[in-house]
């Protein structure tokens, strides 16, 4: 038995187009609603094709995504006096 109430705003072409589907189903725009939500939340909310996209744009990332190699194993801690080092330089030249 349905006891909660939850309501929101829409767009009105939204609505009209939830009617529709409603009545080209022959259901209720709650049923139409319930049947909805069940089915987003069944599929964590991602939305079809999603993780395809993801997919693509990380293999499009990964080309440019690595690690910064090096002999000086203190870089990390020292780059704010290199960065300044080569700022300098490229001002003199």
């Given at each position: 038995?349905?006891?909660?109430?939850?309501?929101?705003?829409l767009?009105?072409?939204?609505?009209?187009?939830?009617?529709?589907?409603?009545r080209?189903?022959?259901?209720?725009?709650?049923?139409?609603?319930?049947?909805?939500?069940?089915?987003?939340?069944?599929?964590?909310?991602?939305?079809?094709?999603?993780?395809d996209?993801?997919?693509?744009?990380?293999?499009?990332?990964?080309?440019f995504?690595?690690?910064?190699?090096?002999?000086?194993?203190?870089?990390?801690?020292?780059?704010?006096?290199?960065?300044?080092?080569?700022l300098?330089?490229?001002?003199e030249?």
């Amino acid at each position: 038995m349905k006891t909660e109430v939850y309501s929101w705003r829409l767009s009105e072409r939204l609505k009209e187009e939830l009617e529709r589907e409603a009545r080209r189903r022959n259901l209720s725009v709650s049923a139409v609603l319930d049947m909805a939500v069940r089915e987003w939340l069944q599929g964590a909310g991602e939305p079809q094709g999603d993780t395809d996209e993801q997919r693509r744009l990380h293999e499009s990332a990964a080309r440019f995504i690595g690690s910064i190699r090096g002999n000086d194993s203190n870089r990390s801690a020292n780059v704010r006096h290199l960065v300044r080092k080569r700022l300098t330089q490229r001002r003199e030249s």
